[in-house]
Nanobody
Framework: QVQLQESAPDLVNPSQTLSLTCTIS??????????WTWIRQPPGKGLEWMGG???????YYSPSLKSRTSIAWDMRKNQFTLQLSSVTPEDTAVYYC????????????WGQGTQVTVSS
């Protein structure tokens, strides 16, 4: 059974870069044809897809966040990461990593989520 665990700082200052890491256990990040993604949920709002990386290393970004987002993976550590630059209080959210069987499939496996607050 695959498990995903997010890690990130609890508090980030405005204008700084937020770094998130998703550590995968019980499965390999490079297994055909899985798709690994980042999703967030601001307080009182719905889920927002941010971007992802598939088993081949192809990266996908939300158009609305592309200019501020960078996604990568570390196969040796079985992790994938997201960096969100120039954060504002509007980036305050619970951040999740998730896995889908394929790029176009629903997300079946989720991390527990991590709360990140952007504030000075």
């Amino acid at each position: 059974q695959v498990q995903l665990q997010e890690s990130a700082p609890d508090l980030v200052n405005p204008s700084q870069t937020l770094s998130l890491t998703c550590t995968i256990s019980g499965g390999s990040i490079a297994t055909n044809y899985y798709y690994w993604t980042w999703i967030r949920q601001p307080p009182g709002k719905g889920l927002e897809w941010m971007g992802g990386i598939d088993y081949s290393g192809s990266i996908y970004y939300s158009p609305s966040l592309k200019s501020r987002t960078s996604i990568a993976w570390d196969m040796r550590k079985n992790q994938f990461t997201l960096q969100l630059s120039s954060v504002t209080p509007e980036d305050t959210a619970v951040y999740y990593c998730a896995r889908a069987p394929r790029v176009s499939s629903p997300f079946r496996n989720w991390g527990q989520g991590t709360q990140v607050t952007v504030s000075s």
